[in-house]
């Protein structure tokens, strides 16, 4: 099996107390960030643009900035992965939290996610699954300890 990029969309947004990132629920898999495959022959920036506007809804006309990346091993249902973090202001969305029904993907058809804002001073163990508990740790990590701007 060949390795298989992907691109997450870590947006962000400031309040008067802390940091919040983007997430959502999906209705099979839990609590997770906007992600997906980036496509054969697509550039990496384009992907994580498309993929969030395909999960969200949400349209960004910004210059995304990686930050991180993370190794997900294979296992018997998926191939080995690259996880690429990519930084998104999210400072003017005012709702607090919305639904949306994906598009692009074949497998989300009829599926709807419901988003919300999690500060990255809030724990959300046991609410994900363990890849993207690690992806949360990673991306607040980083906000928390200012290496990169928000």
Sequence with gaps: MKCVDKAVAIVTRRNARTCEILCFEHPIA???????????????TAAVLRELHEESGLKLNQMPEMF??????PTSQMSEQIWHFWLLNGDHEVRENWTHRPIGNP????????FF???VED???????????????IACAHLRTGDINV
Aim: aromatic fraction near 8%; hydrophobic fraction near 35%.
């Design 30 to 44: 839990g609590t997770q960030l906007p992600k997906g495959t980036v496509e054969s022959g697509e550039e990496i």
């Design 68 to 73: 991180a990346e993370m190794k997900v091993e």
């Design 107 to 114: 497998e989300e058809i009829g599926l709807e996610f419901s």
């Design 117 to 119: 804002w999690k500060s």
């Design 123 to 137: 724990e959300l163990k046991n609410s994900l699954c363990p890849v993207f508990e690690r992806a949360f740790s």
